[in-house]
T-cell receptor, first 118, second 109 residues
Framework: GAVVSQHPSRVICKSGTSVKIECRSLDFQATTMFWYRQFPKQSLMLMATSNEGSKATYEQGVEKDKFLINHASLTLSTLTVTSAHPEDSSFYIC??????????????FGSGTRLTVV | GQNIDQPTEMTATEGAIVQINCTYQTSGFNGLFWYQQHAGEAPTFLSYNVLDGLEEKGRFSSFLSRSKGYSYLLLKELQMKDSASYLCAVLGGSYIPTFGRGTSLIVHP
């Protein structure tokens, strides 16, 4: 089955530093990748949608200069949290879509990254 | 926009049956997902419905009524390991899944 690898699984960083999270589709080409954020006991909130080779589309309220998304290839997307602050501490999850026409099983989630900013 | 509503928490007894409801309002509809999520882990796919009716898959079944904007996930023969959060997600006109807040299911002996 389709596998999406997300790294790191956990990261602790100091306030003001930047953190990069990688999301790779291992056995398929992901035309679109989604980045979600989840606070404790809440649901997944979409942050941005990225298509390979083009700029990401950010949801309202998400700062594109703070959350940098790069989708340079069909198998890799990265999310960089710049100048992280404690309020950025959250669970970040990526999801990859294999392409249209496979809507039922077309979305695969990474294992998530627990970011703690101290 | 989209609005998805599901109960915050439910409790049930091991071996019993539980039904988790989800109602939605969406502009455009291309299907509804149910996911299971254990604490600190990513969601795992349970089901996808795009046509009205019941889809049965082992102990889990999912139902959809598009005219009513309603779905439910039915879990039979509950096991302790079924204690988790269950997320309803709607695929709208943009083909981007939008998630409900999730229902925390607690299964007790």
């Amino acid at each position: 089955g389709a596998v999406v690898s997300q790294h790191p699984s956990r990261v602790i960083c100091k306030s003001g530093t930047s953190v990069k999270i990688e999301c790779r589709s291992l056995d398929f080409q992901a035309t679109t990748m989604f980045w979600y954020r989840q606070f404790p006991k809440q649901s997944l909130m979409l942050m941005a949608t990225s298509n390979e080779g083009s700029k990401a589309t950010y949801e309202q309220g998400v700062e594109k200069d703070k959350f940098l998304i790069n989708h340079a290839s069909l198998t890799l997307s990265t999310l960089t949290v710049t100048s992280a602050h404690p309020e950025d501490s959250s669970f970040y999850i990526c999801s990859a879509r294999r392409g249209t026409g496979e809507m039922d099983y077309g979305y695969t989630f990474g294992s998530g990254t627990r970011l703690t900013v101290v | 926009g989209q609005n998805i509503d599901q109960p915050t928490e439910m409790t049930a007894t091991e071996g019993a049956i539980v039904q988790i409801n989800c109602t939605y309002q969406t502009s455009g509809f291309n299907g509804l997902f149910w996911y299971q999520q254990h604490a600190g882990e990513a969601p795992t796919f349970l089901s996808y419905n795009v046509l009205d009716g019941l889809e049965e898959k082992g102990r889990f079944s999912s139902f959809l009524s598009r005219s009513k904007g309603y779905s439910y996930l039915l879990l039979k023969e509950l096991q302790m390991k079924d204690s988790a959060s269950y997320l309803c997600a709607v695929l709208g006109g943009s083909y981007i899944p939008t998630f409900g807040r999730g229902t925390s299911l607690i299964v007790h002996p």
